[in-house]
T-cell receptor, first 113, second 114 residues
Framework: GDSVTQMEGPVTLSEEAFLTINCTYT??????LFWYVQYPGEGLQLLLK?????DKGSNKGFEATYRKETTSFHLEKGSVQVSDSAVYFC????????????FGPGTRLSVLP | KAGVTQTPRYLIKTRGQQVTLSCSPI?????VSWYQQTPGQGLQFLFE???????NKGNFPGRFSGRQFSNSRSEMNVSTLELGDSALYLC?????????????FGPGTRLLVL
């Protein structure tokens, strides 16, 4: 079946450090890939998405590139802030209308001042 | 445009009881999906409703059910609650018009079963 694997957390970084959260996937079809972020006490918010190979999604300084050859969608940010502390979920959908999302386990990021 | 809203935000129930959760999608969105989030299992898809019909279903027992109304609002019901049903229940909405489109999530209902 379809699945998403993320690096184990928690990840603790100092402010202005470089962030990478690894995400790899297996999918039966051609998926769209997403990164969602969950702040404490809140639901999930879309961070970025990519729908085909070599697409780069970007938002709020975060970036991820859809790598079909390595089935990966790693999240990066050049300089993290304390306000980036949250749980990050990599997800995919292969449904035509994207109704059944498959999520990774989430990676908790803590950024220290 | 208002986001996805869920009520109530918090619930405490005891084993054996039943519970109903409500989700109002973004205006114009006709698809509502439900997810269960637990520390052990992560985020798992429960089911999706579109035009008042269940279109997709995850791997959950029949105690979990739902429905959708003509105004696209959706309810989820869990009967005969078990301790393991304690979780954050998230709903998400979309238009179901675009190929593999984004889902927009509500803040969730946190259910505690004692």
């Amino acid at each position: 079946g379809d699945s998403v694997t993320q690096m184990e957390g928690p990840v603790t970084l100092s402010e202005e450090a470089f962030l990478t959260i690894n995400c790899t996937y297996t999918a039966t079809g051609y998926p769209s890939l997403f990164w969602y972020v969950q702040y404490p006490g809140e639901g999930l918010q879309l961070l970025l998405k990519a729908t085909k190979a070599d697409d780069k999604g970007s938002n709020k300084g975060f970036e991820a590139t859809y790598r079909k050859e390595t089935t990966s969608f790693h999240l990066e940010k050049g300089s993290v802030q304390v306000s980036d502390s949250a749980v990050y979920f990599c997800a995919l959908t292969v449904d035509n209308y994207g109704q059944n999302f498959v999520f990774g386990p989430g990676t908790r990021l803590s950024v220290l001042p | 445009k208002a986001g996805v809203t869920q009520t109530p935000r918090y619930l405490i129930k005891t084993r054996g009881q039943q519970v109903t959760l409500s989700c109002s999608p973004i205006s114009g969105h006709r698809s509502v999906s439900w997810y269960q989030q637990t520390p052990g299992q992560g985020l798992q898809f429960l089911f999706e409703y579109f035009s008042e019909t269940q279109r997709n279903k995850g791997n959950f027992p029949g105690r979990f059910s739902g429905r959708q109304f003509s105004n696209s609002r959706s309810e989820m019901n869990v009967s005969t609650l078990e301790l393991g049903d304690s979780a954050l229940y998230l709903c998400a909405s979309s238009t179901r018009l675009e190929y593999q489109e984004t889902q927009y999530f509500g803040p969730g209902t946190r259910l505690l079963v004692l």
